[in-house]
């Protein structure tokens, strides 16, 4: 990833997206987002991060590198 973030899956409804650092540090979060609603991360160091997608289909976890 550089500067946008999308969450892409077998849902309608991003209930909310969280990013944290791996140091636990919640950087960023948007709640009510659309499928292939970008997240802004530009403001985000580059580094390693944990993304948690909480949806209408449950809650969703993954890691993401940003350059």
Do not use: C, E, H
């Not at 309608?12 to 791996?22: A, C, F, L, W």
């Not at 802004?40 to 590198?65: C, E, N």
């Amino acid at each position: 990833m550089t500067d946008w973030l999308f969450a892409n899956g077998n849902f309608g409804i991003m209930k909310q997206v969280t990013v944290i650092d791996m140091r636990g540090i919640k950087r960023l979060q948007k709640s009510n987002a659309l499928p292939g609603q970008g997240l802004y991360i530009g403001g985000l160091s580059a580094g390693l991060y944990y993304v948690i997608v909480d949806t209408d289909k449950g809650v969703f976890r993954t890691k993401v590198l940003k350059k």
